[in-house]
C-alpha cells in the first residue's frame, strides 16, 4: 500500500504493540480514515438536498471517528470498547435513516453498511462478537424491510434505485479492501511461521510435519556428518563477559550459517561450541563426502582469515560418513536430529583431532581423495571406540 496511507494506519501505534494488536488496531484505523471523507461528503450532499435530520445523523458518525481516532491513539487498551461504541451508533444511525426515508429500498439499501460492521467486528473482537453482529444486521435487516410501505418517510429519494447501487457498491468495495488487508495479514503472519518453522526444521521435513505425519524416523544409508568446534572455548569463558561470549559464538556460528547455507547443506544444531552439520539428510545427494568435505575446508579457512569477538581463534574439524537414522523429535519444541555410529565416529574425529585440522575417517576419505588431498594420520585411540586409522583433509 502506499507510504502515506500505511503511515495513517500507524496512528496509535504504541511501545510494546504485539503483532495480533497491531494488526486489528490498523485494520481498525484503516476503515475510520476512509470512511471520514465518505461520510463528510455525504453530510454535505444531504444538507443541499435539504435534508437536515439525515444530514445530522451522518455528521455525528463523521464526528465520532475522529473521536474515535484520538481515542485509539490515548488509550489502545480500550480498541475493544471503542470499537463497540462506533459501531453501536453506526447501527442506529443506518436505522434512522431508513426510517427517515421510508424503508428498505426506499432508503436505497443504506443498511448494507451494517455489513462492514459485522466484516470488521468478526476480524477485531472474534467469531462470537461476528456472530452477535451479524444476527443485529439481521434484524435490523428486518425492521427495514418492515418499515418498507408502512412508515410515511420524511424525506424521498429522487433515485432509489441509483442510492442502492451507491451504497451496495462503497459498502463493498469497503468489506472488500477489509477483507484483502486481513488475508494479506493472515499470509503475513503465516509466511512468518513457516520461515520459523523452516529455521527450526529442514523444509522438507516441515512440510512432512504439516500435511499431519506424526512419527518421523528415517533410515538414511550415504550421509556424512560433520562436527566442529572451538579449541580452548572453556577457558575462554572465564575470560569473557556474557555478552561478549554470546557476540562471538554469534559471529562464528553466522559465518559458518552463511557457508552452510551457500553449500545447500543441512546444519543440525549447535551445542555449546559445537556445530554440526549433515549433507545427504534429508534429501539424498550423491556428492555428500566431497561437498561436505569442501565445506569444512572453506570454514577452516573463514576462521583463520578473520577475527571474532576481537579474538583470533582456532577449531577442530571431524568427518565421517556411513548410515545414520534421522527423525524428529518433541512435541512442543521440535528437534532434527541424527543418530547412529556415524554420528558418534564424526564427533570422536573432532574431539581427538588436531587444532586448525579436518580429521576424517577412512570410509570418508575413500570417498573424496579423488578430489581431496588425504594426509594419513596413522591409527589413533578413538575414545569409547577402537583404535581407527584416521586422514587430515587438504586441497588437491
Known amino acids: 500500500m502506499p507510504a502515506w496511507f500505511d503511515a495513517l494506519l500507524d496512528f496509535g501505534t504504541y511501545p510494546g504493540e504485539t503483532d495480533t494488536d497491531r494488526g ?3 485494520l481498525f484505523v484503516g476503515v475510520l480514515w476512509v470512511s471520514l471523507p465518505l461520510l463528510s461528503f455525504w453530510t454535505v450532499v444531504k444538507l443541499a438536498a435539504g435534508q437536515p435530520l439525515s444530514a445530522l445523523t451522518v455528521g455525528v458518525q463523521v464526528i465520532l471517528h475522529i473521536g474515535a481516532l484520538f481515542a485509539v491513539r490515548a488509550r489502545p487498551d480500550l480498541l475493544r470498547v471503542i470499537v463497540v461504541v462506533v459501531f453501536s451508533y453506526e447501527i442506529v444511525s443506518e436505522v434512522a435513516t431508513t426510517y427517515l426515508f421510508g424503508g428498505l429500498l426506499s432508503s436505497g439499501v443504506t443498511i448494507i453498511w451494517l455489513m462492514l460492521t459485522v466484516t470488521v467486528t468478526l476480524i477485531i473482537l472474534g467469531s462470537r462478537a461476528g456472530a452477535i ?7 435490523a435487516t428486518l425492521a427495514a424491510a418492515l418499515m418498507q410501505d408502512n412508515v410515511a418517510g420524511r424525506y424521498a429519494s429522487e433515485d432509489p434505485a441509483f442510492d442502492a447501487f451507491v ?13 484483502g488487508y486481513f488475508v494479506r495479514q ?12 523452516h529455521s527450526i526444521l529442514p523444509i522438507a521435513v516441515a512440510t512432512r510435519l504439516k500435511r ?12 556424512s556428518v560433520l562436527f566442529a568446534d572451538i579449541v580452548g572455548f572453556t577457558p575462554m569463558t572465564g575470560e569473557m563477559t556474557a555478552p561478549e561470549l554470546i557476540s562471538m559464538l554469534n559471529e562464528v556460528f553466522s559465518a559458518f550459517d552463511a557457508l552452510v547455507a551457500e553449500a545447500r547443506l543441512e546444519k543440525i544444531k549447535t551445542v555449546g561450541d559445537e556445530y554440526m552439520v549433515a549433507a ?3 534429501e539424498p545427494r550423491p556428492d555428500h563426502a566431497t561437498v561436505i568435505a569442501d565445506l569444512a575446508l572453506r570454514m577452516r579457512d573463514a576462521v583463520a582469515a578473520r577475527t571474532f569477538g576481537g579474538r583470533s581463534i582456532e577449531i577442530r574439524i571431524g568427518i565421517d560418513s556411513g ?9 512442543s519444541k521440535f528437534s532434527y536430529d541424527l543418530w547412529g555410529a556415524t554420528v558418534n565416529t564424526a564427533s570422536r574425529m573432532q574431539s581427538s ?13 575413500e570417498l573424496v581423495r579423488h578430489r581431496f588431498r588425504c594426509e594419513p594420520r596413522g591409527r589413533i585411540e578413538v575414545k569409547g571406540l577402537a583404535s581407527m586409522e584416521t586422514w587430515f583433509l587438504e586441497r588437491g
Do not use: H, K, Y
Open 24 to 26: 486489528r488496531r490498523r
Open 133 to 139: 453482529w451479524f444476527g443485529i444486521f439481521a434484524v
Open 167 to 179: 451504497n451496495l457498491v462503497f459498502a463493498m468495495a469497503i468489506i472488500t479492501s477489509v477483507m
Open 186 to 197: 493472515r499470509d503475513r503472519f503465516q509466511q512468518e511461521s513457516d520461515d520459523l518453522l
Open 212 to 223: 499431519g505425519e506424526d512419527l518421523i524416523a528415517d533410515d538414511v544409508g550415504e550421509v
Open 280 to 282: 545427504g539428510v534429508p
Open 323 to 331: 548410515p545414520v537414522v534421522a527423525g524428529v523429535i518433541g512435541t
Open 353 to 365: 583431532g588436531v587444532p586448525g585440522r579436518i580429521q576424517i575417517s577412512s570410509a570418508t576419505c
